[in-house]
C-alpha cells in the first residue's frame, strides 16, 4: 500500500510508486506481507478466544488498540483531505 499526498493525484502516486527501485518497492511489499501474517494471526486468535468466551480479556488489548488506529490511517476515506492508499 502506498499512500497518496495530500498534494498528488493519482497518477502522481502511481508514478512516484513506479520510480521506485526493486530493492525498496520489495521491501515494502515484504513489510506488508508480515504485517497481513501478524493481522491474521492475530484475528483467528481473537476468533478462537471469542469461540471459548474469553474474548475482551485485555490480553494484548495495549498493542491492539495501536495497531488499529496506524492501520486506519493507511487507508483512505471520502473525506476531504484524508490520504488514499495504493
Known sequence: M?????????VDT???VEAMGEQE??????????LRDRLN???????VDLAK??????????SSSSSSSSSSRSV?????????GY
Do not use: I, P, V, Y
Not at 502506498?2 to 493519482?10: A, G, P
Not at 518497492?25 to 508480515?34: N, P, Q, S, T, V
Not at 494471526?41 to 476468533?47: F, K, N
Open 53 to 62: 468466551g474469553r474474548a475482551g480479556s485485555g490480553e494484548d488489548s495495549s
Open 14 to 16: 502511481m508514478l512516484r
Open 41 to 47: 494471526t492475530r484475528a483467528a486468535q481473537l476468533l
Open 25 to 34: 518497492l520489495f521491501a515494502k511489499r515484504r513489510a506488508l506481507c508480515e
Open 76 to 84: 483512505g476515506g471520502s473525506g476531504s483531505g484524508e490520504r488514499r
Open 2 to 10: 502506498f499512500l497518496q499526498h495530500d498534494d498528488e493525484t493519482d
